[in-house]
């Protein structure tokens, strides 16, 4: 009986220990538009993966494997420095009007994420769709106690950042033709 409690003991000391111990949660960002413009249309500008011109902060996009599984892109940001991104291709449904790709490889200061993977899916018909971009991911900062700009409210906040506009000016462009 003595030896039940001490095991007992032993394990509610550790427990608040190993709750502590627990890195970061994966965070989740959703961001959906309305375009006034035909799905086919929305879906033709987002599925050509090795074409990111679409994303008001990318400069250039140089593109292998063009939108097919497996394909891969580089995508040199604007501003100083001409940071990159790489990204690829794991998964598109050209009838579901959806493609999912991972960023492979990013600087945190540039973006501030680990692990992230990311949905777009465009519905609608022939007069309006909507957009919706997804992503799952972990802060910049795997390890506890991370600086402020790669915490878990830093790296929401750039990706709702980057969704939000890239989405008000796919909207703007889509729009306006």
Do not use: Q
């Not at 394909?71 to 050209?94: C, F, W, Y």
């Not at 990013?106 to 680990?114: E, I």
């Not at 106690?145 to 950042?161: I, R």
């Amino acid at each position: 009986m003595l030896k039940r409690l001490s095991a007992v003991a032993a394990v509610l000391v550790l427990l608040p220990g190993a709750a502590l111990a627990h890195g970061p949660s994966r965070l989740k960002v959703t961001e959906t538009i309305e375009i006034a413009a035909p799905a086919d249309k929305v879906w033709a500008r987002l599925a050509k993966f090795d074409d990111a011109s679409w994303i008001p902060a990318v400069a250039k996009t140089i593109g292998t494997g063009g939108s097919a599984v497996g394909a891969t892109r580089v995508l040199t940001l604007k501003g100083e420095g001409a940071p990159t991104v790489e990204e690829e291709l794991t998964k598109i449904d050209a009838e579901a009007k959806t493609l999912t790709y991972k960023i492979t490889k990013v600087d945190p200061k540039v973006l501030p994420v680990n692990n992230y993977s990311s949905t777009i899916k465009v519905s609608g018909d022939a007069s309006k769709s909507t957009v919706e971009w997804k992503a799952g991911f972990y802060r910049g900062y795997p390890n506890n106690d991370p600086p402020p700009e790669l915490n878990d409210e830093a790296s929401e906040a750039a990706v709702k950042g980057l969704y939000t506009a890239t989405l008000a000016e796919l909207k703007k462009s889509l729009e306006a033709k």
